[in-house]
């Protein structure tokens, strides 16, 4: 299952209750860090590629790339939603090319795919009720979160991600 998420360099609040007015320190939310994701679905395994800029159909054919090379002697089926760039030519005739076979989701379905649900795992995990003045920290935070949650987190991550 592929999809992106664009975390946006800001504040995520989790809860706040106090008697007196507090302020409290936010990035301006002027810089995103893009992640294109796939779950196995079976492994619960995450490949990601990341970048600053957009996730389009460039990025979708890297990401297929890199799916193609991990060497598995099985089929890969990959689950998309219906983003215009995952449904054009330049994608379809790639994954082709690489031996991926693409299956699309029903319109207006994001509880079907369960990087949907892995995303917001990963939000919640890394990135509510905490400060990161920085862009660096902000992604070095959700890039480990991804990397471990398979490792440190696996139990938690394998509750979410059920068929």
Known sequence: MVDAAHFVH??????????????????????????????????????????ETYIDSESLCQLLLKLANLGLNKPI????????????????????????????????????NLIEIFWQFIRNESLGSKYYANLADFKAAISNCIATANTDKQKKLNSLLTL
Do not use: M
């Open 10 to 51: 800001r504040a995520y609040l989790g809860f706040l209750w106090c008697f007196i007015i507090t302020f409290i320190c936010s990035p301006s939310g002027g810089k995103r860090f893009n992640v294109l994701g796939a779950v196995n679905a079976v492994t619960n395994e995450i490949i990601t590629i990341t970048n």
């Open 77 to 112: 089926v990959i689950v998309l939603d219906n983003a215009i760039y995952k449904k054009c030519k330049l994608v379809q005739n790639y994954a082709i090319s690489v031996g991926i076979q693409l299956c699309y989701l029903p319109c207006y379905s994001p509880q079907l």
